[in-house]
């Protein structure tokens, strides 16, 4: 076998593989979305709880942890950091399990957040790395699939599981397929060599030279703030989705895992890979027209969940739903790759560490949160209806996610040259 061939081959069982293992972490982290409801009648909690649950305290262990691994990750042999953390995140989701009352509940997923915050950072630097820049959204498209996989594997099992064993015997089914992908890295893969578009490797920079690039790059910072807010409504509506439903539908915890699992599965393929692939063809002429793709699908955000959230008839409802989410996935892997070519492959690990705290601390853990407390707050209000107004509240954000995507635009071109000469 040739060795370009051998050499394409080992770079697809690399990306299938990390792939994988982000479906494991997006699993893992999102069971707790369709169990919310039981653990919540089990322990007597109220809706501001489960939003710090389901995000403030998984968000904070990850965003305090995730920077340290970025930038170990710039130096360190990445797939054997991955390996080690998601046999750990595996076994504290499994913990999750075996908690007695609220607070260990807390302290478990605090460590679930603190275990899953090396995956992001080596993952997408490795994906990075094993793809020039020509083929980069594409490859992280095809990464990204991990999301709606993930997703879909946790609302369909969780919720099966969770139907027929309970919801604490749903959290250990979830560990069991980490422990096996972790012995497939620790011995089958190794990281590929971090290299520049000259194709010299590349040696990290200390953690303050990044920081102080990053700051340079004015279409990275903004494209930072676009993904913190769009991930912000993201983390809201997937924290609520599954109880929405429960609370105003009459759907058992199985019948909404039957219905969301799929949906989400089907719209996020079919985003993620249009994605990549349309982001890379219509940027070869010009970089700058895959920001007007993301620009676009994050603006269409608001109005399909408007949609989702106002209407009664159930199809209508399911409709908006899965609109939102194929433009919501279209956005994803065009949006990271944009931020991994303006950060230069010295510091790939460190920025996708530094876009990982702020879309987690400030995206994912607020959103449940503040849905969770403006709910409670509506309810003199609103009645039962109050989460209905407080997810109608959030799904606003879309547009003000897109104007930072349109300001990002004036210094893209110029801030992608700096990149790739560094």
């Not at 997408?124 to 959204?137: E, I, Q, T, Y």
């Not at 503040?370 to 407080?390: C, F, H, I, M, Q």
């Amino acid at each position: 076998m040739p060795a370009a061939e051998q050499s394409n081959i080992r770079k697809i069982y690399a990306l299938v593989l990390l792939t994988l293992v982000a479906s494991v972490s997006l699993m893992d982290r999102t069971v707790m979305v369709i169990l919310q409801e039981s653990i919540r009648h089990e322990f007597h909690l109220s809706d501001s709880q489960i939003g710090l649950m389901n995000g403030l305290v998984f968000s904070v262990a990850y965003a305090a942890v995730t920077l340290p691994f970025g930038v170990l990750a710039d130096r360190v042999e990445r797939s054997r950091l991955l390996a080690v953390c998601l046999a750990f995140w595996s076994a504290t989701t499994a913990v999750c399990g075996l908690a007695g009352n609220f607070l260990q509940l807390l302290a478990a997923r605090l460590a679930v957040g603190a275990g899953e915050a090396a995956g992001h950072p080596a993952t997408v630097s490795m994906v990075s790395d094993l793809f020039p820049a020509k083929r980069r959204g594409t490859a992280l498209a095809v990464y990204y699939l991990s999301v709606p996989i993930g997703a879909g594997a946790a609302l369909v099992g969780g919720g099966l599981i969770a139907g027929a064993y309970g919801w604490r015997t749903a959290f250990v089914a979830a560990a069991i397929p980490g422990f096996l992908l972790a012995l497939l890295l620790a011995f089958t893969l190794r990281a590929p060599p971090r290299r520049t578009a000259q194709g010299a490797t590349a040696k990290p920079p200390p953690l303050r030279e990044v920081l102080a690039f990053v700051l340079t790059q004015r279409a990275l910072v903004q494209m930072i703030i676009a993904m913190t807010i769009s991930a912000l409504a993201a983390a809201a509506v997937g924290a609520w989705a599954a109880s929405f439903f429960l609370r105003y539908h009459d759907m058992s915890v199985r019948e909404v895992g039957l219905v969301l699992g799929p949906l989400n599965a089907v719209a996020g393929v079919v985003g993620m890979l249009a994605s990549g692939l349309i982001a890379d063809r219509i940027g070869r002429r010009d970089p700058r027209r895959a920001l007007w793709l993301i620009a676009g699908a994050m603006a269409l955000h608001s109005p399909a969940l408007v949609i989702a959230f106002t209407m009664h008839e159930q199809s209508f409802i399911l409709a908006g739903f899965g609109l939102y989410l194929a433009i919501h996935y279209l956005s994803i892997p065009a949006a990271l790759a944009a931020t991994q070519n303006l950060a230069g492959a010295a510091r790939r690990s460190t920025v996708a560490a530094l876009v990982v705290m702020s879309t987690t601390l400030l995206g994912s853990g607020l959103g449940p949160l503040v849905t969770g407390v403006a709910s409670d707050l509506l309810k003199p209000y609103a009645g039962a209806e109050s989460l209905r107004w407080a997810m109608l509240g959030v799904s606003l954000l879309g547009f003000w996610s897109a104007l930072h995507v349109l300001a990002a635009l004036r210094t893209y071109r110029e801030d992608l040259v700096r990149a790739e000469a560094s």
